[in-house]
C-alpha cells in the first residue's frame, strides 16, 4: 500500500455523501477533473476500489462503505484541531445541505437563514425543498427537517417542535359561500389540497383526517401553490398557523374543533452530528425554532 494524504480524504467524503463528481467539486470549491484525479489516486494508493462508477454517479462499494466512519472520525478530529490551535477563532468553511419541508423552508426559514450566514462568511448552506429527490441514506443532504423519525440507520434525531394546522378561507369566499358552523357543513364547500397520487410522506395527508374521502377541487404539490388559491378566494385549505397567521385575509374555520396536529424533526448521520459546521447549523435551527413556540403551536386560537 502507498501512503495517502488526509486532503484525499476530504475528497473522498464529499463524493460519497453526494454520489456525484461534480457536486462534490461545487462543495470543495474545486472542478470535478480534479476530484476524479483524488478520487483514483487514493484507490491507487490503497489498491483497492472506493466506487462503483455509472451512469447514476459514484456509488460506495463494500470497502468503501466500510471507511465512511473512520474518514468522518478523522475529518472531526482535523477539524477540532484546527479550532483548538486557533484559540477557538477558526471561521467554519465547507458546504452544508438541509434537506427540508417548503413550508418551514420558505415561510419561516428563508429569511433567518441569512442572518447566520452573514456570521460564517465561509460556511456555505444549501436548502432543498423537493424532499424527494434527496435523501440521508444515500448521504445526499447534511441535516433534514421532516414530519416522522426515521425508523431504521445510524441517525440522531430529536423532535424540533409541534405545530397546528388550521381550515382556512378568504373573507369574500366565505361571504360568497354558506355559513360553516359545524363539521358537517364543510362537505358543501370546495377545498385545496395536495395532489393525491404524490403525497411522499403520512403526514401531509390532510384530508384523510379532516374529511376522509373528499377529493380536493384544486391541486398542488406545492403550499405556497395552495396558499395562493386560498387567498384567491377559491375554497378551503388546510394551512400551518405560523404561515396563514401572516395573511390578514385568511380566516380560521372551526379552529378549536377542527385542527391537525404535527410534529417537526431534526435529522442527520450520527458520525457528523458533532461535526462544528453541522453543529452551527442545527443549533441556529433550534434557537429559532424555539423562540416561536406558541407561533408554531397555534396558540392565538386554541385560548
Not at 476530504?10 to 470549491?29: D, I, K, P, S, W
Not at 434537506?99 to 460556511?123: D, K
Not at 388550521?166 to 369574500?172: H, S
Request: hydrophobic residues 40%; neutral net charge; charged residues 20%.
Amino acid at each position: 500500500m502507498r501512503q495517502y494524504t488526509w486532503d484525499d480524504l476530504q475528497y473522498f467524503l464529499a463524493v460519497a455523501r453526494t454520489g456525484q463528481l461534480t457536486t462534490a467539486a461545487r462543495r470543495l470549491r474545486t472542478n470535478h477533473v480534479t476530484v476524479s484525479r483524488r478520487i483514483d489516486r487514493l484507490e491507487e494508493a490503497l489498491s483497492a476500489r472506493l466506487f462503483e462508477r455509472n451512469p447514476r454517479g459514484y456509488i460506495l462499494t463494500a470497502l468503501g462503505e466500510k471507511l465512511i466512519e473512520s474518514a468522518e472520525i478523522m475529518e472531526r478530529e482535523a477539524e477540532r484541531f484546527q479550532n483548538e490551535a486557533s484559540g477557538g477563532t477558526v471561521s467554519l468553511s465547507g458546504v452544508v445541505r438541509l434537506s427540508i419541508l417548503e413550508g418551514i423552508a420558505n415561510f419561516f426559514l428563508a429569511n433567518r437563514l441569512p442572518v447566520m450566514a452573514q456570521s460564517y462568511p465561509s460556511l456555505s448552506v444549501e436548502m432543498v425543498t423537493i424532499q424527494q429527490i434527496v435523501s440521508l441514506s444515500r448521504r445526499e443532504a447534511d441535516l433534514s427537517i421532516t414530519l416522522n423519525p426515521t425508523r431504521t440507520g445510524p441517525y440522531h434525531q430529536q423532535k424540533l417542535m409541534p405545530y397546528r394546522l388550521f381550515i382556512y378561507g378568504a373573507k369574500d369566499y366565505l361571504a360568497r359561500h354558506p355559513a360553516i358552523r359545524q363539521r358537517s357543513d364543510l362537505s358543501g364547500h370546495r377545498f385545496i389540497g395536495y395532489i393525491e397520487d404524490m403525497i411522499f410522506t403520512p403526514g401531509l395527508d390532510y384530508m384523510r383526517e379532516i374529511l376522509p374521502g373528499l377529493r380536493p377541487a384544486y391541486q398542488s404539490s406545492s403550499i405556497f401553490a395552495q396558499l395562493s388559491a386560498a387567498r384567491s378566494g377559491f375554497g378551503l385549505c388546510i394551512l400551518p398557523y405560523f404561515i396563514a397567521y401572516n395573511y390578514p385575509e385568511l380566516v380560521p374555520v372551526l379552529p378549536k374543533e377542527m385542527h391537525l396536529n404535527r410534529d417537526y424533526w431534526l435529522i442527520c448521520h450520527e458520525d457528523i452530528v458533532n461535526t462544528p459546521r453541522i453543529r452551527v447549523l442545527s443549533d441556529f435551527i433550534r434557537s429559532e425554532v424555539g423562540s416561536q413556540t406558541a407561533i408554531f403551536g397555534g396558540y392565538p386560537l386554541l385560548d
